[in-house]
């Protein structure tokens, strides 16, 4: 691809230039999404794609592997209200960096300790345009991709950006004992990862039906054929989704605990039953799909979960 935000990748493209779809999927639906250079870091875009999230699905929580981790996000979306739930490919590592408000020797007798004190002096000094820093985030006058580039831009150590770093030091800090500790904390930051591969291979599904490449030049474009591609599927979706609270409501009436059981580990993200190829008339006087005829035939007290 030929274009002004593409680039080079050879662990995905070889040869070849192209760029990123980052998409956010909250649950099993995409609710936002931008294309993003490849030389560009996930982790600059997760603040904007949260806080620009204009659907009326409002994530509490936020998900990602060590790709989509930087030394600011913890802090950032903690002050917006969302709880930021990574998975460290090197946890053991992050380990060794968490510090506390007491010199280390305090720790002494405990299992897991801190490597050092906090820079609280620093913090105290820089507030004021840390607050002006998440203000301007606030207002949108500013994305957080921008904010990162410019404090990492100077050549001398920027104070504003060292407290920012500590601050994010301690809400990791705090994460890492409660992810050690909390079994259902890493379950579900485990099942959201995987969520996430779903929707990508779905995706990748979706497009391929154009070989699986951009067939557009301008930076708009992309992102037209991305939302498009983002609309389809959740079209998807919502359609496994009707069809599936439908059988699970019969069976819930019927008492079917099986069938309940069942269709609880049934995932909406599926698309072996829908025809990706071919073409379809996108008009006003085609049939509306009857969700209420397609769910009868699962009604059948003889219609085993297995089946």
Known sequence: MDTFNARYSPKYFGLQKSVSAY????????????IIGTHEHE???VFD?????????KPERHSTDTHGT?????????????GFAPRYRDLHKKMQTLIAFENPSHYADMLIKPARKVYDELIVKEWPNIQRIMASLAQKDVTQATIVRKLSSYARQNQTKKALWELDNICRTLY??????DVDLRQSVQKALNRGEAYHRFRKAVAYVNGGKFRVHTEAEQQIWNECSRLIANAIIFYNTALLSKVYAQKVAAGDQEAIAFLRGISPVAWQHINLFGTFELTGTTDKVDIDALAARFADPD???RR
């Open 303 to 305: 219609y085993s979960a």
């Open 43 to 45: 982790s600059h875009y």
């Open 176 to 181: 890492i004992l409660d992810f050690i500790d």
């Open 70 to 82: 930087n030394q600011v996000n913890f802090w950032i979306l903690r002050t917006f209200g969302y």
């Open 49 to 57: 794609l949260l806080y620009n999230n204009t659907s009326d699905i």
């Open 23 to 34: 998409t956010l999927v909250a649950n099993h639906v995409p609710i936002n999404a931008r």
